[in-house]
């Protein structure tokens, strides 16, 4: 089972399943789609704070579908391909993913993408929101042109209202 979270905070909730995932017997294989981003040179060609570029071009979305999750099918994903802090190759080994694991997926604006998965969650938060957990003012933009745009609360099947991360509401779609 592949399973997209989507949003600021996404790494946080993908990792508090890992536990009981493995408690009911489905392995769980982290991915983190902040991995699979673009290196610098491509990342910052139009400046290190263009809205538009953060929002659709820092992800490598090939990479990403190719090693994680099309790869997933065949029985095993490469957890990481680019290590953006030093900004070269992660040089991670593939990870095997057996018949009954879910691959968990978090990263930023993953909707609307043709990403394919089992499940898509997605957390959405308001602009001050974002800014108390810390996210720069130049990408707000950003998020709320994929909020418009994409309209990710309409694609998901699980929503994370996290305007307090301690007190996440959650609304299953039919």
Do not use: K, N
């Amino acid at each position: 089972m592949r399973v997209l979270i989507d949003g600021v905070g996404s790494g946080a909730l993908a990792d508090s399943l890992v536990e009981g995932l493995t408690a009911a017997g489905r392995p769980p294989v982290r991915v983190s789609g902040a991995d699979f981003q673009r290196p610098a040179g491509e990342r910052y060609q139009w400046g290190r704070e263009d809205t538009e570029a953060f929002r659709d071009r820092w992800l490598d979305t090939g990479s990403l579908r190719r090693e994680v999750l099309d790869a997933a099918l065949a029985g095993s994903v490469l957890p990481a391909l680019w290590d953006s802090v030093r900004d070269r190759s992660a040089r991670a080994d593939p990870v095997p993913v057996p018949a009954p694991a879910v691959v968990l997926v978090d990263g930023l604006f993953l909707l609307g993408l043709g990403l394919p998965a089992e499940l898509v969650v997605h957390v959405t938060q308001s602009p001050g929101a974002l800014q108390r957990r810390g996210v720069p003012e130049w990408q707000l933009p950003a998020f709320a042109s994929y909020d418009d745009e994409v309209r990710p609360g309409d694609l998901c099947d699980v929503l994370v209202r996290a305007e307090d991360p301690r007190r996440p509401a959650v609304v299953f779609r039919a």
